[in-house]
C-alpha cells in the first residue's frame, strides 16, 4: 500500500497541473476573443456603458454560456450577436463566460431615488393587486441571481427596462416560460422602477 500512495499523489498532481494548464488556455482564448470583438459593444471587462449593450461584468458564467448557445442557435434573436458567435465552441461560450464573471463593477447610487424606492417594493413584495410576483423569489435577496438566472444588481437600467418590454411583448424567445407570465402583468412604470432599483444593488 505504501508505495501506491507517491503514486496516486504523482498522479493527482498531474492532474492538477493538466487542468490548470487547461484553464490558463481557455481564459487566454476568451480574452483574445473578447479583446478582438466583445469589447466593441461590451467594454474591455463588460463594463457596458450603453443601455443597447448588456454589462457582463459580473455575470455568472453558466448564465452568459446559455445566452449564447440562445443566440448561436436561434432561440434568441440578434442579427448582430448570431454573426458573432456563430464561430464559436461550447468550450469558448463558457471561457467567456468564466472570464467575465471574475470582473466586477461599483455599485452606483440611483439616478431616481424615488422610482428605486418603488421598484424595490415590487422586486421584494410584488403587486399583489395586480398578480406581479415578487422578482426576489427567483432573483435573489440583493438581484445576484444564480447559474441560469441572471446576475440583474449593477446592469444599465436601461437594458433591464428593454429586456422586460421585450418579454412583454413576445419579442425575447428565450427564458420566457415564467417571465412572460411575470411581465404581461407588469405596467410600464413598473418595469422602470424595478430597473432603476436593481441598477443600484
Known amino acids: 500500500m505504501s508505495e501506491k500512495h507517491p503514486r496516486a499523489a504523482l498522479l493527482w498532481s ?6 490548470s494548464a487547461f484553464a490558463q488556455a481557455d481564459e487566454a482564448r476568451a480574452k483574445k476573443i473578447a479583446g478582438g470583438s466583445c469589447f466593441l459593444c461590451h467594454g474591455a471587462q463588460g463594463e ?5 449593450f448588456p454589462r457582463l461584468a459580473g455575470q455568472h458564467a453558466e448564465y452568459i454560456t446559455k445566452q449564447l448557445n440562445a443566440f448561436k442557435s436561434g432561440q434568441r434573436k440578434s442579427t448582430a450577436m448570431a454573426d458573432m458567435v456563430s464561430r464559436l465552441t461550447p468550450d469558448e461560450m463558457l471561457a467567456l463566460g468564466k472570464y467575465y464573471e471574475r470582473f466586477s463593477l461599483p455599485r452606483e447610487e440611483a439616478k431616481d431615488p424615488q422610482l428605486a424606492a418603488m421598484g424595490r417594493y415590487i422586486f421584494h413584495n410584488g403587486n399583489k393587486f395586480s398578480g406581479v410576483p415578487a422578482c426576489v423569489s427567483c432573483h435573489g435577496t440583493n438581484a445576484e441571481g444564480a447559474a441560469n438566472l441572471p446576475r440583474l444588481a449593477g446592469q444599465i437600467p436601461g437594458y433591464i427596462h428593454t429586456q422586460l418590454k421585450s418579454f412583454n411583448k413576445r419579442e425575447r424567445t428565450n427564458d420566457n416560460a415564467v417571465m412572460h407570465a411575470v411581465v404581461e402583468k407588469m405596467t410600464e412604470l413598473e418595469m422602470a422602477a424595478v430597473a432603476e432599483y436593481v441598477s443600484s444593488k
Request: charged share 10%.
Open 48 to 52: 457596458s456603458t450603453s443601455e443597447v
Open 14 to 19: 498531474l492532474i492538477f497541473v493538466a487542468s
